[in-house]
Structures are given as structure tokens and as C-alpha cells.
């Protein structure tokens, strides 16, 4: 998966300094309130064929989360409302 811009986007989260670039690069996000007022970051992922046809095929999508601990996350399939 690839992060990709869209139109709303209005930050660009920039990598940690001390990880190079193949292991974490900049992500373009929208940061604003979407659901029911709470604040949010939104991302868009370009998939490839391949990550499509696994998908389709195991009808699962595994996230990873570096750190600790995850924060509250909302995978979406269609793009959400963004003010």
C-alpha cells in the first residue's frame, strides 16, 4: 500500500528522523473533526493489485501500529465526510 494525496488534505505528517526512508516515509493527511465533532486524522492508501486480490481472497486487512499501544482506529472502505 501507498499513502497517496487527496484533495482535503491539509498536513503532511513527516517521518521520525531517526528511521529512513523505506521504513517510514512522510504521509499527507486530512486533520480536522469528522466523527460526530471528535478530532481526527484521515489518510488514503493506494492498493495494489496484489493487496487487492489477497483482500479479496481473505477478506482481511492487518494494520500495525508502531509502538506500545494502538491508538482508536477506523478502517473505512469508502471515504469519509470531511468538513
Known sequence: MTPCTFPEMNLQLIKPDNMEEAECSSLPVYQGSVLDGWPTVTSCWQLTTEEI????????LW???VG??????CPMAF????E
Open 68 to 73: 506500545r499501544s494502538a491508538p482508536p482506529l
Open 53 to 60: 486480490d489477497q483482500i479479496l481472497r481473505t477478506r482481511r
Open 79 to 82: 471515504k469519509p465526510e470531511m
Open 63 to 65: 494494520i500495525t501500529v
